[in-house]
């Protein structure tokens, strides 16, 4: 992947991040306001993607787009709202880093 794409990877990252952060603003506190802004976010985070896919293609796009918002989004869930994952959970979402790492590194190793 290039710099382009790594840094477009990097906005849409953040994107996602502050969408998924106004939605659980949203869920303590519904308003429309709030509503709206995280739509707009997911939109335009997706627009990003959109771009991603079509210069890199769709397994690798969002096989890493996934595993980076897997972990920022728990880091937040965790560090900033306190919440706590049980560990057959923290479990699940290890084994899902590593499924996508198989996923994305997969044509590498293998050598197809």
């Known amino acids: 992947m290039s710099l382009s794409g790594l840094l477009q990877l990097g906005v849409s990252t953040v ?9 659980k603003q949203w869920a303590l506190a519904p308003g429309l306001g709030k509503l709206v802004v995280t739509l707009a976010l997911y939109s335009l985070g997706n627009l990003i993607m959109l771009r991603l896919v079509r210069e890199f293609g769709m397994a690798s796009s969002f096989s890493l787009s996934a595993v ?5 989004v728990n880091l937040i869930a965790l560090a ?3 919440e706590k994952l049980a560990p057959i959970q923290s ?5 899902a880093i590593v499924a996508v790492v198989l996923i994305t590194m997969g044509p590498y190793i293998t050598g197809r």
Not at 68 to 72: G, K
Not at 91 to 95: D, F, P, R, T
Request: aromatic share 10%; no cysteine.
């Open 15 to 23: 994107i996602f991040l502050a969408a998924a952060t106004m939605a």
């Open 68 to 72: 980076i918002q897997l972990v920022a």
């Open 80 to 82: 900033v709202f306190g």
């Open 91 to 95: 479990v699940g979402v290890a084994l």
